[in-house]
């Protein structure tokens, strides 16, 4: 069964292991190197190197390296790559094939091209579906990820395109993952509890793709989408729409929040970004926020979320033609409904800015949130464990990363345990645009 994560509104990541596979059986690896090599790009081309080194906004907002291109323009280090393949490499080429099979299939029956990429890992795909666009797709291969992350600037990865990213390049002194591999004492020294996650992020590795959280239960929901390369929101009627959009995400995930864990969030916001040339500057992008309380409890409904958004955004708005490049929509402060009904908030009624907006409060930009493993500077490695040598309540305490490493170290250890590492596994990152 193929397992699909919707990442963001218009984006999915799909293990398509199985898929792939089936189509090896089916008609081996000859039959699919044609249709492979047609559709697709290769992570460590000139023209995808090419496309990796622009900045984090150039690529959003578009670029000379974003056109589409197909056949012999997609000829260049395919020979090499089909002659070499080994197992991963040739269930990633016919992973290139079930996403080219998708992407014809969505264009078909709804109407919209997409852009994908394939790798081993989400972080890759993501990175490979961000390459090239509109409507095309990259691989990338095990062997090309150092060729092509030596020169990406660190915003492009996840996690690093807002406040902390640019703490990392101004704490570290770089601008590119390679920059940073180069640096990997003094990135673990500036950040002891997020050095090793660091590190392996610019490496583009399976551990970075899911960074170490001390909590499980989320501090806030939110969603976005942008519009770069001329699709800029430019009337009041297409932002309302597309707030309601994500306030329709948002509400789905407010739910599981409420069944599960019986949290519910108290403050809504709805983050804007606006070219410049909006407000008659020359360049860059101009950001803003506002933010207001809303009272959804136990059964909060998508209609008090869509119109609590439509308030704040009103409150931003002056005239048409707008410039939106990219909007967001987050629901915050997320408290305990078990807890909050012993609070003075039962005495109250709801305010009028909780449901219908007024008035709006304006906020900063909003920050990234922690993130990373835990690496303690200096630190050796510790001796082998065996069983009965861990007590769980110690084992607990540990970082995470700590505590799995131990656990592994104790089932490999274990009679009938020890094995190969499981094959690596195609993952595509698909985007519809």
């Not at 993501?126 to 090309?144: S, V």
């Not at 610019?202 to 970075?208: K, L």
């Not at 929509?329 to 078990?338: A, H, K, P, Q």
């Not at 995470?400 to 094959?423: S, T, V």
Request: glycine share 10%; with cysteine; proline share 5%.
């Amino acid at each position: 069964m193929n397992i699909i994560i919707r990442t963001h509104i218009n984006q999915v990541a799909i293990d398509i292991t199985t898929e792939a596979q089936r189509l090896l059986e089916l008609r081996g690896f000859e039959g699919l190197k044609q249709q492979a090599q047609q559709a697709t790009h290769l992570a460590d081309s000139a023209l995808s190197r090419a496309a990796a080194a622009v900045t984090r906004n150039a690529a959003r907002q578009g670029h000379d390296q974003q056109q589409a291109r197909q056949g012999s323009e997609l000829a260049e280090g395919w020979e090499d790559v089909l002659q070499r393949a080994d197992l991963v490499g040739q269930r990633l080429i016919a992973g290139a094939v079930v996403v080219a099979e998708l992407r014809a299939e969505v264009e078909e029956k709804l109407g919209f091209t997409c852009s994908g990429g394939i790798a081993t890992n989400k972080i890759l795909a993501k990175l490979g579906c961000g390459l090239h666009k509109p409507n095309q797709q990259t691989l990338l291969l095990p062997h090309a990820a150092p060729v092509l992350l030596a020169d990406l600037p660190l915003d492009r990865l996840p996690g690093l395109g807002a406040m902390f990213g640019q703490e990392v390049k101004t704490g570290v002194g770089v601008e590119t993952c390679g920059q940073l591999l180069e640096k990997q004492t003094e990135v673990l020294t500036q950040f002891p509890h997020k050095g090793a996650w660091l590190i392996a992020l610019a490496r583009g590795e399976d551990s970075a793709a899911e960074p170490v959280k001390d909590r499980q239960l989320v501090k806030s929901l939110s969603g976005g989408k942008t519009f770069f390369g001329g699709k800029q929101l430019r009337s009041v009627s297409e932002v309302e729409y597309w707030l309601g959009e994500l306030a329709g995400e948002l509400h789905r995930r407010y739910k599981e929040q409420v069944e599960k864990h019986q949290r519910a969030p108290t403050t809504i916001g709805v983050q804007l970004t606006v070219d410049a040339g909006r407000k008659g500057q020359s360049k860059g992008l101009d950001s803003s926020a506002r933010q207001q309380p809303i009272d959804l409890g136990r059964d909060g409904t998508l209609e008090q979320i869509h119109g609590a958004a439509k308030a704040c955004f009103r409150r931003w708005v002056s005239s048409e033609p707008l410039q939106i490049a990219a909007l967001g929509l987050s629901l915050t402060n997320m408290v305990s409904l078990e807890a909050s009904t012993g609070s003075l908030a039962k005495y109250f009624g709801k305010s009028k800015a909780a449901n219908s907006g007024e008035p709006c409060a304006r906020t900063s930009k909003p920050q990234a949130g922690p993130l990373g493993a835990s690496f303690a500077k200096g630190a050796r490695a510790a001796p082998p464990v065996s069983d009965g040598e861990v007590d769980e309540r110690v084992l607990a305490e540990l970082p995470l990363n700590i505590q799995q490493e131990i656990r592994d170290q104790l089932r490999l250890k274990r009679p009938g345990n020890l094995q190969e590492p499981a094959p690596k596994k195609p993952c595509v990152v698909v985007e519809i645009e």
